[in-house]
C-alpha cells in the first residue's frame, strides 16, 4: 500500500465517522453507549451457561444469518423465514427482524416480520425464544 492510498483509506474514515456521527444526531443511527454491545462482538463471545441454553444458541445461530451480507440475505431468504427469532425487551415480546453492521438488533411487533420499531442493543433483549408465546 503506498502513502497516498494510506492517507486515502484515512480520509474514507475520517468521512464515514464523521456521516455516522450525524445520522447518529439525527436519530437515523443508534447511538453507541457505555453499555452498547455490538451484535458481532457478542456473536463472538463465548460466554454460555452450563448447560448452555437452547434458546440463547438457537438466538445466536439466527442472528448470525441476519449479519450476513444483503446478496446473501436475499439468497436465502426463502430459508432465513423459517427461523423466527422473538425476545422480550421493556417488558414486551418483540420479533427479531435484522441485526445492522452498525451493531444494534432490530426489533418489531411479534406479528410483523420486516422493519423495526426499535433499534437495540443485544445485551437488552430478554428470554431469547422461537415463538411469540413460548
Known amino acids: 500500500m503506498t502513502h497516498t492510498s494510506v492517507d486515502k483509506a484515512f480520509e474514507n474514515l475520517e468521512m464515514a465517522v464523521v456521516n455516522l456521527s450525524r445520522a447518529a444526531r439525527l436519530g437515523l443511527a443508534p447511538v453507541p453507549d457505555a453499555e452498547f454491545t455490538h451484535v458481532d462482538n457478542w456473536l463472538d ?15 445466536r445461530f439466527v442472528l448470525e444469518l441476519m449479519r450476513f451480507p444483503g446478496w446473501k440475505l436475499q ?3 426463502d ?3 423459517d427461523f423466527p427469532l422473538y425476545c422480550k ?5 418483540y420479533r427479531v427482524t435484522g441485526a445492522s453492521a452498525l451493531g444494534d438488533v432490530w426489533l418489531n411487533f411479534p406479528n410483523i416480520a420486516t422493519s423495526y420499531q426499535h433499534r437495540v442493543s ?4 430478554l428470554e431469547w425464544a422461537k ?4
Open 45 to 59: 463471545t463465548i460466554c454460555f451457561g452450563t448447560p448452555p441454553s437452547t434458546n440463547e444458541v438457537y438466538a
Open 75 to 77: 439468497l436465502y431468504k
Open 79 to 81: 430459508i432465513i423465514e
Open 89 to 93: 425487551w421493556n417488558g414486551s415480546v
Open 122 to 125: 443485544v445485551t437488552e433483549c
Open 131 to 134: 415463538s411469540a408465546n413460548p
